[in-house]
């Protein structure tokens, strides 16, 4: 009985190894690596910045502005926060899906780190976590570029910074958990394909209100309630959906972290 | 007597249905070079990764430092120092760099990694290298850049998967060497090989493996002396006679052995042994008298040779 009991309910829903001690040893490794390819880390700031030139150049104009909350906001001021988020994702993604493909297959890093007390789980948590602050280096540059064009509209507009945060979290805790799955580079073309979709199609562009009665689609992208938390930030318009999309996002993290956590471990500890 | 620094019994390891390794029965004493022999695949690595906590244990029972690796793994690895048998190289950094920052996931204070980092170097003879890059190092140079970030711990046990593997004679007797040193100084060694005359230089004891099982277990010298004799005969006939001529060489040795290319005749006495085959008429084209070595050991006890 008991054994059954046990086969249903494992003793340890993580794994044995699921200690988290030193996730920050990865991350300094990373720093240290990264010392002499500083020029990859500034490249990935600048796509994003682009992408808000030629809105604010063509689109612009052609649009005008967009309602956000009630309110009338010009076309660019409406789509760089959604930049903001989107460029959260793809940093975060990037980072945990390639990278992470490289070091655990190719360099074979990981298995190095694991012969020493670090676990399986140190060094989930420290590639999410280095993905994360290089989304939040992304994110603060992509926020004075915001400011220094005047679209920032409040002191609100801060807390874009936690929300991009919680975007990277999400998506990188998904790469990464993606990832393990992964065969070898081609299977990266997947990655590609899906995010593609979730940049354009997250009320990134346009309000969720034109998508009409496809509306619902929208809300299945996770990216859309990270642009729609920036939204909110940067108009410095509160509601209840706030909280709902924090949770979506917290809620999909939680689990994403967990699988990663438990492939990691039964990759590297065969 | 102290309390022994490894204890495995009954120890398996599965791969699916797959049994790589066992149920073996190993203890290792501190201070002890204690050696896993065997050909390809026999398990050496599988166990070699079981005892570094870095693959868990299918059945039986394993302890370290009278730890179990299932529960105490870091506070086990924070002690050891583990070669891999194919280099683990962080190729992202320079020599120096994979060294220090090794040393950090021992929670070593960076300046004290730096430091250790830089004795290291002098140790593994690459102070020079610092500053290169991985990738442009030699495999001699891997190797002990490899050993050298083993030891950023101070490890009371070091393990080693086949140090020397692909390494020059002379590359071979430096780290011979070294390791000999560090025996000195008192840290117990496990290591494997396919090589008997390392075995046979670095091991205290050891044991042969074959196919997940262990087929010996003793010291080079009991080992060579309980399945081989003192000295081996080696005969070469002319291609393709070697195997018409074994019948003819039967009875001159204790026993004897037929390799593809040639004939081995295990006796006490091989230029006697040799004699006697003069003596019958049979002219071989070459004829070696040597030691016997655990190589001859490994063939008697599997039939097979090590290195194919
Ligand atoms: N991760 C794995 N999955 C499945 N089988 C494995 C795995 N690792 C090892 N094996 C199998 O286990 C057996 C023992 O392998 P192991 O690497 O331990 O041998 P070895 O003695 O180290 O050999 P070598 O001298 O070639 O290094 C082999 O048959 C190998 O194919
Ligand atoms: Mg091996």
């Known amino acids: 009985m008991s054994t059954i009991f046990l086969r249903i309910v494992p003793t340890s829903f993580l794994g044995t190894s699921f200690r988290v001690r030193r996730p920050h040893r990865m991350i300094e490794r990373h720093l240290v690596a990264y010392r002499r390819q500083w020029l990859i880390v500034v490249s990935g700031f600048f796509e994003p910045l682009f992408y808000l030139l030629s809105m604010r150049a063509g689109l612009g104009d052609l649009v005008g502005t967009v309602s956000v909350a009630g309110t009338q906001v010009p076309y660019d001021a409406f789509v760089a926060p959604a930049l903001m988020a989107s460029s959260a994702m793809n940093g975060a993604i990037f980072d945990s899906t390639g990278n992470v493909l490289h070091r655990l297959k190719y360099a074979r890093i990981y298995d190095a780190a694991l012969a020493t007390p670090m676990s399986p789980a140190d060094v989930a948590v420290g590639e999410i976590g280095w993905a994360l602050m290089r989304g939040q280096l992304y994110a603060i540059s992509f926020l004075g570029v915001m400011a220094a064009f005047g679209l920032v509209q409040s002191w609100w507009a801060l807390l874009a910074l936690p929300a991009c945060a919680l975007i990277g979290l999400t998506f990188a805790s998904i790469g990464f958990a993606a990832t393990t799955y992964m065969r070898g580079w081609t299977d990266m073309e997947i990655v590609t394909t899906a995010t593609m979709p979730l940049f354009l199609f997250s009320a990134t562009f346009f309000p969720i209100s034109s998508y009409g009665s496809w509306g619902w689609i929208v809300q299945l992208s996770p990216l859309y309630h990270g642009v729609a938390l920036v939204r909110a930030a940067n108009a410095g318009v509160w509601s209840a959906s706030v909280l709902g999309h924090a949770a979506v996002l917290l809620a999909l993290s939680a689990v994403a972290l967990v699988v990663a956590a438990r492939r990691i471990d039964t990759l590297l500890r065969k | ?308």
């Open chain 2, 1 to 308: 007597m102290p309390e022994p620094l490894i204890v495995a019994s009954q120890l398996v390891k599965r791969f699916g249905d797959f049994t790589a390794v066992g149920p073996i029965d190993v203890e290792v004493q501190p201070g002890e070079v204690f050696g896993f022999l065997g050909p390809n695949g026999a398990g050496k690595s599988s166990t070699m990764r079981m005892i570094a906590c870095v693959s868990p244990i299918t059945s039986g029972s394993l302890r370290l430092f009278g730890l179990d690796p299932a529960t105490h793994g870091p506070q086990i690895r924070a002690r050891i120092g583990v070669v891999p048998q194919l280099d683990t190289l962080d190729t992202e950094l320079s020599v120096q760099e994979n060294l220090w920052l090794y040393g950090r996931f021992f929670d070593l204070p960076r300046a004290e990694a730096k430091r250790r980092a830089t004795e290291l170097l002098e140790f593994a003879q690459l102070t020079d290298r610092a500053d290169s890059v991985v990738d442009n190092l030699s495999g001699g140079m891997k190797r002990r850049l490899s050993i050298a970030r083993s030891l950023i711990n101070r490890p009371e046990l070091l393990l080693l998967d086949e140090p020397t593997t692909g390494l020059d004679p002379q590359a071979r007797h430096v780290l011979w060497d070294r390791l000999y040193r560090l025996k000195q100084e008192g840290v117990t060694q496990v290591l494997t090989t396919h090589y008997m005359d390392e075995a046979e230089q670095l091991c205290d004891r050891l044991v042969v493996m074959d196919q997940g099982l262990i087929v010996a277990e003793g010291s080079p010298r009991s080992l060579i002396d309980q399945y081989a004799t003192r000295e081996v005969l080696e005969l070469r006939f002319p291609a393709g006679t070697n195997e018409a001529a074994a019948p003819q060489v039967e009875g001159i040795g204790e026993r004897q052995e037929l390799l593809p290319d040639r004939i081995l005749v295990y006796a006490h006495d091989g230029e006697a042994a040799l004699a006697a085959t003069h003596a019958r008429g049979l002219e071989p084209e070459s004829a070696l008298v040597r030691r016997s070595s655990l190589e001859d050991v490994f063939l008697l006890l599997t039939g097979r040779t090590l290195v194919d």
